[in-house]
């Protein structure tokens, strides 16, 4: 059974930093894709990044570069998410989440495997 377990998450003031950490469990993730979504009050789910978990390369929505940047360590079997320079605007719930397959995939329904969210408060 795969299990994703966030944490990370917190109370932080605006242009400090964050990491995120999604620690998967329950099956080999090679040739899986990992992606962090997040979702704020009333809003619908939104893509972050995604990593390919073999190769390690990576897909980032475009608002949201140069600020996020997602990365894995396999031996830990762990994705991180480091978010720098936050805003108010980037208060959400932060999900982690697994796909089979290597294609970049940006839409929740994409996804199979979705650990339980943190909270990432970012205060002005």
């Known amino acids: 059974q795969v299990q994703l377990v966030e944490s990370g998450g917190g109370l932080v003031q605006a242009g400090g930093s964050l990491r995120l950490s999604c620690e998967a469990s329950?099956?080999?993730?090679?040739?899986?894709?990992m992606g962090w979504f997040r979702q704020a009050p009333g809003k619908e789910r939104e893509f972050v990044a995604a990593?390919?978990?073999?190769?390690?390369?990576?897909y980032n929505a475009d608002s949201l570069k140069g600020r996020f940047t997602i990365s894995r360590d396999s031996a830990k079997n762990t994705v991180y998410l480091q978010m720098n320079s936050l805003k108010p605007e980037d208060t959400a719930v932060y999900y982690c989440a697994a796909r089979g397959g290597i294609k970049w995939v940006v839409t929740p329904s994409g996804y199979d495997y979705w650990g339980q969210g943190t909270q990432v408060t970012v205060s002005s």
């Open positions: 329950g099956r080999t993730f090679n040739g899986c894709t």
């Open positions: 990593i390919r978990w073999s190769a390690g390369s990576t």
